[in-house]
């Protein structure tokens, strides 16, 4: 009995020790200036405004990439440059060689929008356009978004060089 008793004053110490570590801390109070303030630290990437380009079978589309952050490992914090789907496979490429992260897909290439003798734009539809579109802008958010990602050069390039530099030498980005 002395046992069981000792055992229960024991748990129920524990208990009480457990429920004090575990608390809630108390909300800070903000004032609205805070609350609607730019966060501590942000990355916005938007893919927009899409444009095709050419005629026959020298067409492609193009689309504008819009960087906005405060994060101090990126040297500019508003940048704007336009990218073709095939811009965006190169980055998928050089990340998978150069980085220790698992690089989600792009969004598919389409090839049945690619055959002769279709009925509609095939790859220059506005549907499809609009589809791409979403798809790349989700793939760069999640890649940018990566802490190990953001300190690859590809990226960096990709997002600030008006052209990309195929020949450059991989290599991570150093801080200022």
Known sequence: ???????????????????????????????LQEAYDVPANFLEIDVCNPETHG???????DYEVVL?????????????????????????????????????????KAIKRLLPFRGDDGI?????????????EGFINKIAG????????CLHMFLTEPMIDKNYVPGKVRTH
């Not at 005629?55 to 589309?61: D, Q």
């Not at 220059?124 to 790349?136: A, T, V």
């Open 68 to 108: 906005k952050t405060n994060l101090p490992i990126f040297r500019v914090q508003e940048c704007s440059v336009r990218r073709r789907y095939s811009d965006f496979e190169w980055l998928r490429a050089e990340l998978e060689k150069e980085s220790k992260i698992i690089v989600p897909p792009l969004p598919g």
């Open 146 to 153: 990566h802490p190990l990602a953001q300190n690859e050069k």
């Open 1 to 31: 009995k002395q046992w069981y008793q000792r055992r229960v004053r024991v748990t129920n110490n524990l208990r009480m020790a457990d429920d004090r570590m575990t608390k809630r801390l108390a909300p800070k109070d903000q004032t």
């Open 55 to 61: 005629v026959a079978n020298k067409r492609y589309t």
């Open 124 to 136: 220059f539809e506005e549907d499809f356009i609009e589809d791409r579109r979403q798809g790349i």
